[in-house]
């Protein structure tokens, strides 16, 4: 409420106070204080009238908080007493005749203040409509239009496009978070109200700029003729963004991405172009920033089945879909299984069992590595102590993702699981590709420094693959090196077993046991044997199998030696 009107208002609860003791007064006039205007009424009689007009205006005042129209009684009563007393009395009581004169101008005057103070709460209640309505449809910081306005517009747009085309644009800023970070909210907030200048500036007249929040703006173009405005139109904006900006001491520039999706006719839902939209700045984000892209329906369908998947993944870490395969590794002078790698599958419900490259890249994406690579590690384990009492020696080869090898707490967890299940430490083989290790060879080498230090021993995946293994073998902690299976495959070429044979000198020179993977056909198993290879695994032994088909094979094996 304004001032004025906060004035009146006071003026106004003292007239109403008045007039409830005045008509009071009046009311009590002819009982208590006839007597005193013919100057013979005792002084105690007129201290009790005055005592009970106070007593009463106090009550009717207290009551009047709760039922505001108690205050009304008294001068209701007073004009109808005033009414009889005149009509059977005359007029010869002056004094009676002033007072209710009084209680009359009190009336009028309180129904002109009453008559302001509306006008005034009106005026306010009417400011107030307006300021809220204000901040219901802008955005404080820039002025622009909020998420609400651009809505309304766009919907209204949408109806009304005829055959013409509509068109939403959404501008991200670039690395906004590092502006408001290095100097201060302020510097942001000058930064974000430059920005929406800009991008009214680039617009027409009857199309909509809004702020959706954050560094997030986005600007409708409703009936468009041609399609390739909204290109121009938002490659024109990013460029008149990158122009630098001046605040104080600081230059900056403003990069931004902007996703486009433009829809013909109406019909379209604002969310379905919004998402349109939305899509098409994360690509323009994901090749590089600084980029407009306009939405591609097969993009969409490929995120979308992206997305399905992600959650299919995440439900089924959750529901325990996955099984553990073992895949057997084997003496090739006997051909008899020594030791298995441990290989997860994913146990679909509808798509039946999926191999670990159908999935693996998107749970380290996901962060459900970890998860996923604890969970095989124990259970392998569990199982892999089991077959070692009727196989004494008998080894177990689990992998490491790049996530557990950065995990600070793989050493305790290693170390609880042996404790759990278990399981020699010296039988337990930690297996890593040179791709993961070289994430951080130094902190790599002290990690598996100190998994050695449990009793494990660690291998060396898809050795020969890397740029530079030997200057590797010589900084990593490694027991055995898994020979790469193109070497393996190679061997039937006249140059192949020549590399072969030189990555088995490398092992053999650095005092580590060689494991060659990837064997499908006996004429490979003869050329390693040859090769003095001790170890492979491959098709030609044995496909990975569930741990229960393992155990007949180790039966098997152990029947046929007797």
């Not at 056909?521 to 199998?545: I, K, N």
Request: proline content about 4%.
């Amino acid at each position: 409420m304004s001032r004025t009107g906060k004035t009146v208002d006071r003026v106004r609860r003292c007239v109403d106070v008045i007039m409830i003791f005045t008509s009071l007064l009046l009311l009590a006039w002819p009982a208590l204080f006839a007597d005193a205007t013919r100057g013979g009424a005792e002084p105690l009689t007129l201290a009790v009238g005055v005592s009970l007009v106070l007593g009463f205006g106090a009550g009717v005042l207290l009551l009047a908080r709760r039922w505001p129209l108690v205050q009304y009684a008294p001068v209701a009563s007073a004009v109808v007493m005033a009414g009889y007393w005149f009509a059977h009395s005359g007029s010869s009581n002056r004094g009676l005749t002033w007072l209710t004169i009084v209680v009359a101008a009190i009336i009028l005057l309180r129904q002109f203040l009453g008559a302001r103070t509306n006008e005034g709460l009106v005026r306010d209640l009417t400011r107030q409509r307006a300021q809220l309505a204000r901040q219901a449809f802008r955005d404080p910081l820039t002025e622009l239009g909020n998420r609400k306005l651009f809505m309304d517009h766009a919907t209204d747009a949408l109806a009304d496009a005829d055959d013409t085309m509509t068109a939403v644009i959404l501008v991200d800023l670039d690395g906004f978070k590092e502006v408001n970070d290095t100097y201060g909210h302020s510097v942001g907030d000058e930064l974000l109200r430059t920005a929406a200048e800009r991008l009214t500036a680039n617009v027409r007249n009857n199309d909509t700029v809004s702020r959706l929040g954050g560094d997030e703006f986005v600007v409708l173009l409703p009936r468009l003729v041609d399609d390739q405005i909204a290109d121009t139109v938002a490659n024109r904006i990013l460029r008149d963004l990158e122009q630098p900006l001046i605040i104080g001491d600081v230059v900056l520039t403003i990069p931004a991405s902007a996703g486009i999706a433009i829809t013909r006719g109406a019909g379209t839902a604002v969310d379905e172009v919004m998402r349109e939209a939305d899509l098409a700045l994360y690509q323009a984000k994901a090749e590089g920033k600084g980029l407009a892209r306009r939405f591609d329906p097969a993009q969409f369908a490929a995120v979308e089945a992206r997305r399905h998947e992600e959650a299919d993944l995440r439900r089924a870490v959750d529901a325990g879909e996955f099984e553990v395969h073992y895949q057997p590794i084997v003496d090739l002078e006997g051909e008899r299984t020594v030791g298995v790698e441990a290989l997860i599958r994913w146990n679909h419900p509808e798509r039946g069992m999926i191999p670990p490259v159908a999935f693996l890249d998107m749970a380290e994406s996901l962060g459900l590595l970890p998860r996923l690579g604890g969970w095989v590690l124990e259970e392998a384990c569990r199982q892999a102590a089991e077959w070692q009492r009727d196989n004494p020696g008998f080894e177990l080869n689990v992998n490491l993702s790049a996530s557990q090898l950065g995990n600070p707490d793989l050493v305790d967890e290693v170390r609880g699981v042996l404790e759990r299940t278990g399981l020699p430490p010296n039988l337990l083989v930690l297996e890593l590709t040179e791709s993961v290790a070289l994430v951080d060879l130094v902190e790599s080498a002290r990690v598996l420094g100190a998994l050695k230090t449990l009793g494990v021993r660690i291998a060396l995946d898809d050795f020969g693959t890397g740029f530079s293994s030997l200057s590797h073998l010589g900084t990593l902690p490694v027991d055995v090196v898994k020979i790469d299976k193109s070497f393996v495959q190679a061997m039937q070429e006249s140059s192949g077993a020549s590399v072969a044979e030189a990555v088995l000198q490398i092992a053999r020179t650095f005092k580590l046991a060689p494991v060659a993977e990837g064997v499908e056909d006996a004429t490979q198993a003869s050329r390693l044997r040859e090769l003095e290879c001790a170890q492979a695994q491959g098709y030609h032994f044995a496909r990975p199998m569930p741990a229960g088909d393992l155990t007949a094979l180790l039966a098997r094996e152990a029947a046929l030696s007797r």
